[in-house]
């Protein structure tokens, strides 16, 4: 796409800037594009609801988003929105309940942990908070009823991207603070490739979800098609883009599927509890 002068129109794609790594993978994204005559920039936010402001006013054709900001749009602009694409390592995420290897919960579920001081991560992170809440009530056991629940918000805007929720109630379920904590399965995967899981196990698991998404809007003029096509042709065995796409945990990019965001548009429908500071029944620990 062209602009007026013949020149190719700039595609700007947003992201968040949760860890410093993010500018380490757009600067080399940034560069490999160019080289194939694709004119892309990108802007960083610190949190995801600027980002999806800024996408929605126009500042930016495409937004590298969580789950819950794809769901954010789809909510604000009425679902005139669409993904785009997405990682492989993007759909059929989960997350764990966990707890010492000598827990009741092993056998019991969620029963076993009745009454008992259950960690979760940032009120904003889809893996650590919202879907393992839903799926609990789904199941019929309330977090902020029958569990003695402890969440931490550390670093809210970032949709629990950053996992330092995750792994400091671990840390505190080691302590013996905690009777379990949830955590995503990636989170889990890194305590165990650590070699870090020694006497824990998981109680529970959730159903699976998908995770980010390439978000546009529906009248946006972008060329996206040329950015996707572009995009699916990466190839983690590239020299080049070999080092920002393993700090982007995608070893290739696939189409969107959005069956893996159902439970969440619904979680979000029925004000799952986004935010707890209304909430009694839920400490907040800031240690």
């Known amino acids: ?15 968040v800037a949760y860890k410093a790594q993010v500018v380490t ?132 805007g970032k949709h629990g991207d950053t996992g330092g929720a995750e792994f400091v109630q671990l840390e505190r379920l080691r302590a013996g603070e905690l009777d379990g904590c949830v955590v995503s399965d990636p989170t889990w995967t890194a305590v165990r490739d650590a070699g870090a899981d020694a006497g824990l196990a998981i109680a529970w698991t959730s159903p699976p979800f998908h995770h980010c998404n390439f978000t546009a809007l529906l009248e946006s003029g972008g060329d996206h098609d040329g950015f996707v096509s572009l995009l699916m042709s990466m190839d983690e065995d590239d020299p080049q883009i070999r080092e920002p796409m393993r700090l982007e945990y995608v070893h290739r990019w696939v189409a969107p599927d959005l069956s893996g965001y159902v439970d969440l548009l619904e979680a979000v429908r029925l004000n799952a509890e986004l935010s707890m500071a209304d909430q009694p029944a839920f400490v907040h620990s800031r240690r």
């Open 25 to 156: 993978i757009w600067e080399a994204f940034r560069r490999w594009f160019r080289e194939r005559a694709f004119p892309l920039e990108y802007a960083l936010f610190s949190t995801y609801d600027e980002q999806v402001a800024a996408l929605q006013a126009g500042w930016i054709d495409v937004a590298w988003n969580t789950n819950l900001a794809y769901v954010a749009t789809v909510r604000a602009t009425d679902g005139r929105c669409r993904a785009i694409a997405m990682r492989d390592t993007d759909r059929n995420w989960t997350s764990h309940l966990i707890v010492p290897a000598d827990s009741a919960a092993i056998s019991l579920g969620l029963e076993g942990l009745r009454g008992r001081r259950v960690g979760f991560g940032d009120s904003d992170s889809p893996q650590a908070w919202i879907l393992p809440a839903y799926a609990m009530r789904q199941a019929g056991f309330d977090p902020l009823i029958d569990f003695r629940g402890e969440r931490r918000d550390q670093d809210i």
């Open 1 to 15: 796409m062209s602009g007026q002068d013949g020149r190719p129109t700039v595609y700007r794609v947003g992201a």
